[in-house]
């Protein structure tokens, strides 16, 4: 069965502050992926590429990392009456001495069969080691007991598959010994002290021959809390030094029981020096250097009795050790035809051991890897893309480039880059770029806070300005509202005067009517007197033609015609002077005529233009009036207006 609810086996809790320690531990360049969730850092595990060396869980102060195992479902399906039996590791009693005995007697009154410690499958595995090496020149190889370190070089590693022992780890030796050799179908639950067994559980090429993991951890906790509890039981199958196994060397030791201490076993454990030296061991291996006998490595830097799924409060005490170490002199005290006993040699124990497993097929117990690298792949970083990268984070030189202050959770800044360059971080976790972001927000904070500062002061001026404004409004408001009751009243005084003026206009117009009449009249008085003067003027000639025949007629009298021709000489002035007078009267009668004429003329052009005054005037009257309602409204707003600039002004 897979892992549960969606969640990788290795995997971030609520406690989570992105710390990044998580990420200063972790062998693999990609696991730990930093998100927001909820506005919030984190460091998220992709429980794909994880391998489950639990460094993570040494690391970090806050107890965000959790893991999951079977233990809940092994103990329902007990329940439910399934036949199980138990596999024990041998670290479990190593950390139990005291529960040991009455928690296996607990499992047994809920339903557990058989109870098969590892101890005895790790001998099998001691046996199938050297069995393979010995027989196949097999030098240089890994062991297999770890599955942490199986899964990085199957995942990470695969140059070194061809070095990994082709034998199953104990855990594996004692399932199939159990199917095989014990007949036993039951499923099996490992009751274990490491969180990656449920990888090798579930890897295909181990057949499915285990159903649980039961971790230390969880099973403790919940035969706590469920008080589970029974007569002490231990288990069926006696064990040699397979039971040193947890112990850090504990392989290298039995080796060196069956083949002496003149073969090198490289021994190397804990997640800070294991996997650098895998990669250091691939470059050896590629090199064709001298290679050990064999490899002993665990992840766990104290083994596996302090393995990733042990209690918190375990790993403190050394205890464990001390008991493990009490297991192994009881393992050598064996009878004296034990393959484990003391006093013999190595050859000697080395043929025993070949004798007590002479039954078992050894390939049964071969094992076949799986290069799983193209399920993780990490993108290669090249020198184009990390510039790019480097310029986006603002490091601009070889000396910002290399930095390496690990804040951000990676050895490197170039490892660093090629996290963001895979997706799994970004470049806000580098301090060094938060720090230049900060240092230039607080650049723009503090050129805006002068920009503001400026526009403050801009704006106390213009609300001075502003305030003395609206003073200067309100005082403009009252001198406006002042002139519009002057104007109101102005107004309606030339409502009454423009209706004077209209009366008046309409005498005018009566006067200039009868002015037009009176012209008239004299104009035809003028045309009578015209018609006097040619009446005149004939009289004149007459009396000029008389005055002639008189003169010639007292020019025939002689000088007893002279008085005649004197009244004749006279008669003749006053004829001419008559036709002057009223030549004279002619032309100032054409002249009156003419001005008499054009007063007429004007006198009917003043008419029209007091017509269209008196119009204009009616107008006026109206209009005056309805300015005068008008004005009224507008002295009301204005004074509503008034009272909001006081406001303003206050």
């Known amino acids: 069965m897979g892992n549960n609810a969606g969640k990788s086996l290795v995997y971030t809790n609520e406690n989570c502050i992105g710390c990044n320690k998580c990420i200063s531990v972790c ?74 005995a009455s928690v296996l007697g607990g499992l047994k009154k809920l339903g557990v069969n058989h109870i098969i410690s590892v101890s005895f499958g790790a001998d099998i595995t001691t046996w199938g080691y050297i069995k393979y090496i010995t027989e196949h020149n097999f030098t240089g190889g890994i062991s297999q007991p770890c599955p942490a370190v199986v899964g990085y070089v199957e995942k990470y590693i695969p140059e070194l598959i061809p070095q990994l ?37 579930e890897d295909p090429n181990t057949y499915g021959h285990i159903s649980y993991n039961v971790t230390f951890d969880h099973l403790m906790k919940y035969v706590r809390e469920n008080h589970i509890t029974g007569p002490d039981v231990t288990d069926e199958i006696e064990y040699g030094l397979g039971s040193v196994y947890p112990m850090p060397g504990g392989l290298k030791e039995n080796v060196y029981w069956f083949c002496g201490e003149d073969v090198f076993v490289r021994q190397i454990e804990g997640e800070k020096h294991m996997y650098k030296f895998l990669e250091n061991y691939k470059e050896r291996v590629r090199s064709n250097k001298e290679l050990p006998f064999m490899v002993d490595a665990l992840n766990c830097s104290k083994g596996c009795v302090y393995g990733t799924a042990i209690e918190e409060e375990k790993e403190a005490s050394e205890d464990n050790l001390y008991i493990l170490q009490e297991i192994k002199e009881k393992s050598k005290r064996k009878r004296r035809n034990h393959p484990f006993a003391k006093g013999l040699t190595e050859k000697q124990r080395l043929k025993r051991l070949n004798s007590a497993f002479a039954k078992l097929d050894i390939n049964d117990f071969v094992r076949n890897y799986k290069d799983r690298s193209k399920e993780v792949m990490i993108k290669k970083l090249d020198e184009k893309e990390a510039d790019q990268i480097f310029r986006s984070m603002n490091k601009l030189t070889a000396q910002d480039r290399a930095i390496n202050c690990s804040a951000c959770g990676y050895n490197t800044c170039r490892d660093m880059v090629q996290a963001v360059y895979n997706g799994c971080n970004t470049k806000t976790s580098c301090i060094h770029f938060m720090k230049d972001e900060v240092e230039k927000d607080k650049e723009r ?14 704006i106390a001026v213009k609300n001075e300005q502003i305030s003395a404004l609206m003073e200067s409004l309100v005082f403009d408001f009252e001198h406006l509202d002042k002139s519009i009751r002057e104007m109101s009243e102005g107004n309606n005084n030339n409502a009454q005067e423009s209706t004077g003026i209209n009366m008046l206009m309409i005498e005018v117009v009566e006067f200039s009517e009868q002015l037009k009449e ?32 008189a003169s010639i007629e007292a020019a025939r009298a002689g000088s007893a015609g002279r008085g005649f021709a004197i009244i004749a000489e006279n008669i003749k002035k006053l004829a001419d002077s008559s036709k002057e007078t009223a030549s004279d009267s002619e032309e100032n009668q054409f002249k009156i005529g003419e001005a008499v004429l054009n007063l007429q003329n004007r006198a009917g052009q003043l008419i029209e233009i007091i017509d269209g005054v008196n119009a204009k005037v009616t107008s006026l009257a109206a209009a005056t009036e309805e300015i005068a309602a008008a004005t009224v409204e507008v002295s009301e707003i204005t004074n509503v207006l008034k009272r909001k600039m006081e406001e303003l002004v206050q």
């Not at 009249?521 to 004939?538: F, R, S, Y």
């Open 27 to 100: 062998p693999v360049l990609t696991a730990n992926h930093a998100v927001e969730e909820d506005g919030k850092s984190k460091i998220v595990v992709d429980g794909n590429v994880c391998i489950s060396c639990g460094a993570c869980f040494d690391a970090c102060e806050h107890e965000a990392r959790s893991f999951q195992d079977d233990t809940v479902r092994f103990f329902e399906d007990l329940k439910k009456g399934e036949k199980i039996s138990l596999l024990l590791a041998p670290a479990f009693l190593a950390n139990y001495p005291k529960e040991y």
């Open 445 to 458: 904070v503090e050129n805006l806070s002068e920009e503001m500062q400026k526009k403050n002061e801009m």
């Open 165 to 201: 022992v082709p034998i199953h780890s104990p855990m594996m030796c004692s399932a199939i010994y159990a199917k095989k050799y014990m007949n036993i179908s039951d499923k099996l639950a490992f009751i274990s002290p490491c969180i990656a067994k449920k990888n090798e559980i």
């Open 518 to 549: 009176a012209l008239g009249a004299i104009e035809t008085l003028v045309q009578g007197l015209q018609k006097n003067n040619e009446e005149i003027t004939n009289v004149a000639d007459e009396t000029n033609l008389l005055s002639l025949n």
